[in-house]
């Protein structure tokens, strides 16, 4: 459940664009290369690193000092990407696809040339978008979450039902 209500929310997860140019698809970026950068060396691979914001991987098992780092990461998220309510308030796969399918339909692959480093005013919105997709499909993780567990009346905000299933 996890992983996928995360993926949904990851634009390239969307779609597959299908063209004169990739007639069976680009299987949702991974056929588009782009130079390496951080090691991200595809579209597909750059929206997974957040637009380049996010390069580093934790290792598993996540120790205490990693889920510090990973609790700051969220919080600051959620303050400066805020969802709005109409954002956070159904609990449809079909309504999330259909949001990420939005931004890929949008924004994705304007201005993508294969082969071509990414503009800075690119990487800019696309961090924003992947940012603002981060906070929402984290969000609605949470609500899926109490809405399948439940909450307890005194831990009833997503962040604490998150900390909680994941301890």
């Known amino acids: ?8 929310h990851q ?6 664009r299908v063209d ?5 698809g680009d299987r949702g970026g991974n ?6 950068r951080s090691g991200a060396k595809n579209l597909h691979s750059v929206w997974d690193s957040v637009v380049y914001a996010q390069t580093d991987d934790f290792d598993t098992p996540f120790s205490d000092s990693d889920w510090d780092k990973i609790g700051a990461y969220a919080d600051d998220l959620v303050k400066t990407y805020p969802a709005s309510s109409s954002d956070l308030a159904s609990l449809d796969p079909k309504v999330w696809a259909n949001d990420s399918f939005a931004i890929a ?3 994705l692959y304007k201005g993508i040339t294969e082969g071509t480093a990414l503009t800075d005013d690119y990487i ?4 924003i978008d992947a940012k603002t997709q981060l906070v929402i499909g984290g969000t609605r993780l949470a609500n899926l979450l109490i809405s ?3 909450a307890k009346a005194e831990e009833t905000t997503p962040a604490a039902e998150v900390s ?3 301890q």
Do not use: R
């Open 1 to 8: 459940m996890i992983h996928y209500t995360g993926d949904i």
């Open 11 to 16: 634009p390239l997860h969307a779609t597959s």
């Open 20 to 24: 004169h140019e990739f007639p069976k």
């Open 31 to 36: 056929s588009v290369s782009l130079p390496s």
């Open 105 to 107: 339909n949008s924004f």
């Open 124 to 127: 800019k919105q696309g961090e």
């Open 148 to 150: 399948v567990y439940g």
């Open 164 to 166: 909680k299933f994941l």
